[in-house]
């Protein structure tokens, strides 16, 4: 027979509690199923197969988009055979829990896959994709031999002519300072120029962009965003108002000692990002999923 319910001493019985049993495949699905989600979705924006096979990459995107609002169409079914047909038998928090979790994970996923894109690996590639330059000698070579130049070394000597420095103002301050041959000559017309971000005031000449100060450094990596360039151009003419100088082709680079190290450091990036993404969408979708749990066994 039944087992006799369990009493006080004073013979009022022990209130008993229902506790919901949680399937343990459930759990497991609800955990890994947005983690996967992001993964697939922001590793696809994020790295070359977003560069070298855009269809793979797009079909992904969208495998996930349909697969998130799949779960949702199965949760707004549930829902409606729990609440309108009477059948509550049917257990909807689940898939609600799923497919906003998935939601999020999606849209993540989206978002820090085309920043990691944009900011890191396309550089990268860009920049893999154009050529070499060892020994550019600013005494007998012009920029538009190099036009194709990704990466370049110049011969020893080489530095910035920081008194003809500039910076251009438009929301950012786009800084410029040529670089010059040996000994200061004086060129025809200065065409390699060194840039940086915010790093100098526009007001006088106080350019300290990259390694400004290696005595070390003579690389330089090329400037491949497009919508800055138009910027730098603008500070080179206003060098060439100030300072009297020419710049018939100006080509922009960011100066350092390592230009090889640094183009790594790109790829480097967009992984690590990639990696902080995953496991911060793991650790938001683990704590979640307790949190669900916990109002799940209250309900």
Known sequence: GNAPPVRFDDGTKVPFTYRRRVNLTVLMLCLFIPVVLFALVCASLSFTVHHDMPPVTWLTVALGAIATFAVGFLAFMAVKRR???????????WYIFLFVTMLLAYIFAFCLGFVNYWNNMLP?????????HPAV???????QQLMDVGRVTFTEGTKLDSKRSIGFKNVDRYCV????PPGGKKLETYDFWAIGLNC???????????EFDNPNARSGLRLMRADQ????????QQAEATYGIQAKHPLFFYWMQNAVSELESY??????YFLLGLASTFSCQLLFLMGAVLVYQKL
């Open 83 to 93: 609440y309108s047909d009477g059948d509550v038998a049917r257990e909807s928090y």
């Open 200 to 210: 100098c005031s526009g007001n006088t000449a106080d350019f300290h962009c990259g």
């Open 137 to 143: 000698d600013l005494n007998t070579m012009t920029s």
């Open 229 to 236: 360039r138009g910027f730098y151009r603008l500070a080179v």
């Open 177 to 180: 300072a040529p670089i010059v």
């Open 267 to 272: 790829r480097g990036d967009a992984i690590r």
């Open 124 to 132: 990268y590639l860009d920049m893999q994709s154009l050529s070499v």
